[in-house]
């Protein structure tokens, strides 16, 4: 049982929308950027496309869920932390090993990653505007949980199909843990992100069994 | 043997208006006649904004007649009225103006209506600052009996997450401090203890909502220094009836119970139904006030505590506070006519 209802949780999501301005339309440009970047720039800009998934995995880690969420639930500490440790694998693994290779080549895989990431990206703020009181009501990507992190899958899922698992795991946990939230929350726009974890899940045990011996 | 009464009579309640709209009683015509003014009413009555009552329902604003029922706790003597108000969920809005506002109504018609127990922890979020928030803008700090709880596994931690909640209150001491769900209520008895010595409480107690814990807390009633348990009880969790209770009563303790409507379940599973006709022998015009007179008049029960974040169901529930309490007899053809549904 959570401690809080919906409408105390879109209500705080007013009220961060509110005080980061103009935040949310920065998180928006740079989502919209980074799915660009992914589906149509020649060279290969990964780097660029994993500081943006990066930046948003430490802000919503340290701004939503330290500094708004704690007042909500009282385990946002440990999101918190969770959140910004996903943010610095980012940096290690994709910027400063460059262990990761980002682009769209032809295939299910990676067309269902580009889906994903628009989903996440740009039609759930969408819906959740349209569903609440305006867009203070929207969970953008890089600043609200469940949107970065769908976000983030759908990118990863472009990594050459391989997406690195210790990058995939949190995402993934993240999308459970919305999942577990909906439910008793009655958020219906927020079923669709276990079902996208579970298909990442098998997405990454598939590349393991890929992988050259 | 009829019901207990109190002297001046019953007052004219409210047909049942939870969860899905009007249930029509039997035998309650003249009563839907008298009541003639809609929850709007009520609101306006009290200076709450129309839109902060449900528009969706008519609830008379008809005053209650009769002295609210309270309950001594055995110890002290001390009476509190038998329905308070807890805040899991309910409270927890955060920082939106509005949604505080909103449960500012609501804790005013529950003060205007008689009743003075609040029961609120740390682990509920934002709720002791709502509370907090809403005494503020009420004022009507002084009629509160204060009901919080510590909940840390850090016997070092309790002090100041004490010390935290009377800040968020606005108080200097609280009347019940309890030790939330047993979590290291061996670490925090003593600091309990020297903080009631120190004025800062002035009942200490424990809580749990597990029924899992019950036997844990029969150990601690038994053997530990405490006035007051808080624990689950309702029509369909009866469990705490064979020991809880009895035991409870025989050491005087103050018994607060949570859950009374099994966290809205009963309505859901029992709501649909017409309430029985003769409920009205216990002045019961809706199902919340039949879950609730079912519970505080055990006589070891000394208040129940639901939590709601609307006002036409904290008026609903305030009705339970007046008019006729069920004896044995009548418990138990309530418990039989639940367990026919």
Same mark, same amino acid.
């Given at each position: 049982?959570?401690?809080?209802?919906?409408?105390?949780?879109? /209500? @705080?999501?007013?009220?961060?929308?509110?005080?980061?301005? #103009?935040?949310?339309?920065?998180?928006?440009?740079?989502?919209?950027?980074? %799915?660009?970047?992914?589906?149509?720039?020649?060279?290969?800009?990964?780097?660029i496309i994993l500081a943006i998934l990066a930046a948003g995995w430490l802000w919503t880690g340290a701004v939503y869920h330290l500094a708004f969420f704690t007042g909500l639930n009282f385990a946002a500490p440990v999101y918190g932390a969770v959140f910004i440790l996903q943010g610095l694998l980012l940096v290690w693994t994709g910027i400063i090993?460059?262990?990761?290779?980002i682009r769209v080549d032809p295939g299910i895989t990676v067309w269902t990653g580009v889906g994903i990431a628009v989903i996440y990206a740009a039609i759930l703020p969408i819906f959740d505007w349209q569903t609440g009181a305006g867009w203070t009501d929207a969970r953008f990507a890089l600043i609200a949980p469940g949107a970065t992190a769908g976000?983030?899958?759908?990118?990863?899922?472009?990594?050459?199909?391989?997406?690195?698992? *210790? %990058?995939?795991?949190? #995402?993934?946990?993240?999308?459970?843990?919305?999942?577990?939230?909906?439910?008793?929350?009655?958020?219906?726009?927020?079923?669709?992100? $276990?079902?996208?974890?579970? =298909?990442?899940?098998?997405? /990454?045990?598939?590349?393991?069994?890929?992988?050259?011996? | 043997?009829? $019901?207990?009464?109190?002297?001046?009579?019953?007052? !004219?309640?409210?047909? +049942?208006?939870?969860?899905?709209? #009007?249930?029509?009683?039997?035998?309650?015509?003249?009563?839907?006649?008298?009541?003639?003014?809609?929850?709007?009413?009520?609101?306006?009555?009290?200076?709450?904004?129309?839109?902060?009552?449900?528009?969706?329902?008519?609830?008379? +604003?008809?005053?209650?007649?009769? &002295?609210?029922?309270?309950?001594?706790?055995?110890?002290?003597?001390?009476e509190v009225p038998v329905i308070g108000m807890g805040s899991w969920i309910t409270f927890n809005v955060g920082d939106s103006s509005r949604l505080r506002d909103a449960r500012a109504d609501v804790l005013k018609v529950f003060l205007e209506r008689g009743s003075r127990v609040i029961d609120s922890s740390p682990m509920y979020g934002s709720s002791?600052?709502?509370?907090?928030?809403?005494? !503020?803008?009420?004022?009507?700090?002084?009629? @509160?009996?204060? &009901?919080?709880?510590?909940?840390?596994? @850090?016997?070092? *931690?309790?002090?100041?997450?004490?010390?935290?909640?009377?800040?968020?209150?606005?108080?200097?001491?609280?009347?019940?401090?309890?030790?939330?769900?047993?979590?290291?209520?061996?670490?925090?008895? !003593?600091?309990?203890?020297?903080?009631?010595?120190?004025?800062?409480?002035?009942?200490?107690?424990?809580?749990?909502?597990?029924?899992?814990?019950?036997?844990?807390?029969?150990?601690?009633?038994?053997?530990?220094?405490?006035? /007051?348990?808080?624990?689950?009880?309702?029509?369909?969790?009866?469990?705490?009836?064979?020991?809880?209770?009895?035991?409870?009563?025989?050491?005087?303790?103050?018994?607060?119970?949570?859950?009374?409507?099994?966290?809205?379940? @009963?309505?859901?599973?029992?709501?649909?139904? #017409? %309430?029985? &006709?003769?409920? /009205?022998?216990?002045?019961?015009?809706?199902?919340?006030?039949?879950?609730?007179?079912?519970?505080?008049?055990?006589? =070891?029960?000394?208040? =129940?505590?639901?939590?709601?974040?609307?006002? !036409?169901?904290?008026?609903?529930?305030?009705?339970?506070?007046?008019?006729?309490?069920?004896?044995?007899?009548?418990?138990?053809?309530?418990?039989?006519?639940?367990?026919?549904?």
């Open positions: 049982m959570l401690p809080y209802t919906a409408e105390a949780l879109f /209500a @705080l999501f007013d009220e961060y929308n509110r005080a980061i301005r #103009p935040v949310p339309a920065i998180a928006l440009f740079f989502s919209a950027a980074a %799915l660009t970047l992914a589906v149509r720039a020649r060279m290969d800009r990964s780097r090993r460059r262990r990761i290779s976000t983030t899958i759908g990118l990863l899922m472009l990594s050459d199909g391989r997406p690195p698992l *210790h %990058l995939v795991a949190i #995402p993934i946990l993240w999308t459970f843990v919305t999942g577990l939230h909906a439910w008793p929350l009655d958020i219906p726009q927020d079923y669709l992100l $276990p079902v996208i974890g579970i =298909a990442a899940v098998f997405q /990454a045990l598939k590349s393991i069994r890929r992988r050259p011996t | 043997m009829p $019901p207990n009464r109190p002297p001046n009579g019953p007052p !004219d309640l409210p047909p +049942d208006l939870r969860p899905d709209g #009007p249930v029509d009683l039997p035998g309650t015509s003249r009563r839907a006649f008298v009541a003639a003014a809609s929850a709007a009413s009520v609101a306006a009555a009290l200076g709450i904004p129309a839109s902060h009552a449900s528009t969706s329902l008519s609830a008379p +604003d008809l005053p209650a007649t009769g &002295a609210a029922i309270r309950r001594a706790i055995p110890n002290s003597g001390e002791e600052d709502v509370i907090g928030y809403c005494l !503020d803008k009420i004022g009507r700090r002084n009629e @509160l009996f204060g &009901a919080t709880k510590v909940w840390t596994p @850090l016997d070092g *931690h309790g002090v100041s997450q004490m010390a935290e909640s009377r800040k968020l209150w606005g108080v200097e001491a609280f009347d019940l401090m309890q030790i939330h769900n047993l979590v290291n209520w061996e670490g925090h008895l !003593d600091t309990l203890a020297a903080d009631k010595a120190a004025g800062r409480m002035r009942y200490i107690g424990i809580t749990t909502s597990h029924g899992s814990r019950h036997g844990e807390m029969e150990r601690v009633i038994a053997d530990q220094r405490i006035e /007051a348990v808080q624990f689950t009880y309702n029509m369909i969790d009866r469990a705490a009836e064979r020991r809880l209770l009895p035991m409870a009563a025989e050491r005087g303790h103050a018994v607060v119970i949570n859950r009374p409507f099994r966290r809205g379940e @009963l309505f859901r599973r029992f709501a649909k139904h #017409p %309430l029985p &006709a003769w409920s /009205a022998e216990i002045d019961c015009t809706g199902w919340a006030q039949f879950f609730l007179k079912f519970v505080v008049s055990h006589p =070891a029960v000394t208040c =129940a505590i639901p939590a709601t974040s609307r006002v !036409d169901h904290m008026v609903e529930n305030m009705g339970a506070l007046y008019g006729g309490l069920p004896d044995a007899a009548l418990r138990a053809r309530m418990s039989k006519y639940v367990e026919s549904l």
